[in-house]
Structures are given as C-alpha cells and as structure tokens.
C-alpha cells in the first residue's frame, strides 16, 4: 500500500510538472487578465484578422482580443475616437477620417496585410451574363441609374427582360468606397436603391437565393461559397492589363491584370496602442504569418519583402498614411505598394 501511495504521489508531481513546462511554454506574462486587443472595421479584411488572432491564440492562451465588423468607415469611426486598438480596412484612410483621428490626437500606423480583388457575382442559374465590362458596371451602378436601369435587358442587347436586383457593401464600406471610385469614378458615388449590407455573408445570402441578383465584395467571401455563387469575368478593355475578361484569380491579380477592381487592404494601429508589450507581439505575429494565412482564407499574400517592409515600418512606429490620407486609389499594384511602403 505505501508504495502504491508513493507512485500515485510521484506520478501527480509529474503531472504538475507536465503541466507547468506546457503551460509555461505557450502562456505568455506580457497579457495580463485585463489586457484586450480591440479590433474593428473592415468585413473584407476580418477573415485574415481573424485567421491571425485564431492562431496567435493558440500559442497565447491568455490573449484576449476581439474583432467587430462594423465596416471600414464604422472601424474608423471607433479608432479616431480612441476606443479600438486596430482597426482592419479595405481601403486607405480618408481625409474626413484624418481630421477625425487629429481632432482626438490619435496618431496610427498603417500597415499591408494582404492583395484583394473584389469579385462581381450572380446566381449560379443566371446563364446570360458570361463576363460584364466596366463600362456595363458603370451603367449599372452611377447615380443616374437609379430608378432608370432596372432590368437586365438595359445593360446590353440579349440580355433578358428580367429585373435586376442589386447587392453590395454598405455606406460604411471601403469595398463600397472603392468599387465605386473605381467603376462610377468618384468614391461612394452610387445608386441608392439596392440592399445594402456591411456583412458579406447577408450579400452571399441575397445573390445565392435571387436569379435576377447581381453584387460584389471581397474575392475571400466567394472563395467560401463556390457553390451558391457564379463569378462574372470583368473586362476593362484595355489590352496592356491582358485581353479579355479576368477572373480575380491569384495570378492574375497578383500581376495587376484584374483591374480596376484590385487592391491592396490594411490594419492600422493607434500609435498609442503600438507601446504596449501585447499589442507589439501580435502585430509581429500578424506580420510574420500574415501572408500565408491570408492565402488560407481565399487572398493574394504579398511579397515577403512587403511584410517585412510593413514590420520594419512598425517597429520604427512611423506614422500617417503611405497613400497622403486620400482615401481609396485605383491601380495601386503590388510593385507600386512596395514603392511606397519603401519610402
């Protein structure tokens, strides 16, 4: 019996051991009961955020970090008031965001985390629309459309007496903001009468149930539901971006040939957050495995030299915006995101 005892005693200091090396190796001191890692903004940037923070997790047990979706506008809004420590965006700050961020003293680093091409789909039984062109989007989408272009036949001849029913990200959106900069020619400049949602899946919903629906968002949300959507080759007639239609497929956006409708997306930091022990180690992680879990979760990983470029920017905690403050710009391609991330 006493040895018995003995060995149940010896196999729980064991135990106690096993425990604390495992423990120790993944719990990290730097995250306190009461440290958070806030996190808003972007639905297009979410799923690589999310990615991120799953698996810093895994080797953080303590992190606690959440992350909204209130869009880019709405992730602005919470970060030039002080109350998120990063906020994920699908296009580069505005000026009227700028302004908001100074009159609180808010100063932010902005960072790459992956390329983007936002995809156009309908039902999977629309068997009319083989690819659209831009100038087809345009007619579609600007303002003047509203309440005139309202069935399918309008877009181009042969198409069918159908209604069109549109779906796209809200007014908080910078995919919103971008996709209309890039098709209408001026950001957020757009009809007003479609459903509109910040949430991507609701837009999933809307197209995969509605023969007539036509929408867009992030190339990741397709990605995910392949087969409840169909995905519309655009065609911006200009040879030199390669002939035809393209699909927002890895190569062709990494190469710049799927425009206008690639980008590059962001997370920015508040400068204030950046001093804080956790903050510098998940944005390092980010930094670090960014690029292949954004390929995990349907994106265009950039360059490693980009990462690396993004991490030395953060590291050195310089501030403001590679791209002026002026909001979304079209035809930034990987090469001339390396350009000014360099500079």
Not at 84 to 95: F, G, H, L, T, Y
């Amino acid at each position: 019996m006493p040895k018995l005892k003995h060995l149940l005693f010896s196999l729980s200091l064991l135990a106690v051991f096993w425990y604390s090396v495992h423990y120790l190796e993944y719990a990290n001191p730097l995250f306190a009961a009461s440290a958070q890692i806030k996190i808003d903004g972007s639905s297009t940037v979410f799923p690589i955020t999310e990615a991120v923070a799953e698996e810093f997790r895994s080797v953080n047990r303590d992190a606690r970090i959440t992350i909204g979706v209130s869009g880019t506008g709405g992730g602005f809004k919470k970060f030039c008031a002080g109350e998120i420590d990063i906020a994920n965006a699908s296009r580069p700050i505005k000026p009227s965001e700028v302004t908001q961020c100074v009159a609180k003293g808010i100063a932010y680093i902005e960072l790459p985390v992956a390329y983007d091409g936002i995809a156009v789909l309908v039902h999977p039984k629309n068997d009319w629309v083989d690819h659209l062109t831009v100038q087809e989007l345009k007619k579609i989408w600007e303002p003047a459309a509203q309440g005139k272009v309202m069935r399918w036949s309008q877009v181009r001849p042969g198409f069918p007496e159908r209604e069109i029913h549109l779906f796209g990200p809200g007014v908080d959106s910078g995919t919103f903001d971008y996709f209309t900069e890039a098709i209408v020619g001026s950001a957020a400049a757009s009809r007003g009468d479609f459903t509109a949602s910040e949430n991507d899946n609701v837009l999933v919903q809307g197209i995969a149930t509605d023969i007539n629906a036509l929408g867009f968002f992030g190339v990741a949300y397709y990605a995910y539901n392949k087969d409840r959507l169909k995905l519309v080759p655009i065609d911006d007639e200009n040879d030199a971006n390669g002939k035809g239609a393209i699909a927002p497929e890895y190569d062709q956006v990494l190469k710049g040939f799927y425009q206008p409708l690639s980008r590059p997306i962001f997370i920015y930091i508040r400068k204030e957050s950046a001093a804080r022990p956790e903050i510098k180690q998940f944005i390092q992680f980010y930094m670090k495995n960014g690029g292949f879990l954004s390929k995990d979760v349907g994106y265009i990983a950039l360059p490693e030299r980009a990462y690396r470029l993004a991490l030395d920017r953060f590291e050195k905690q310089k501030t403001g915006s590679v791209f002026g403050g002026h909001g979304a710009q079209v035809g930034v391609d990987v090469e001339a995101l390396l350009k000014k991330q360099g500079q």
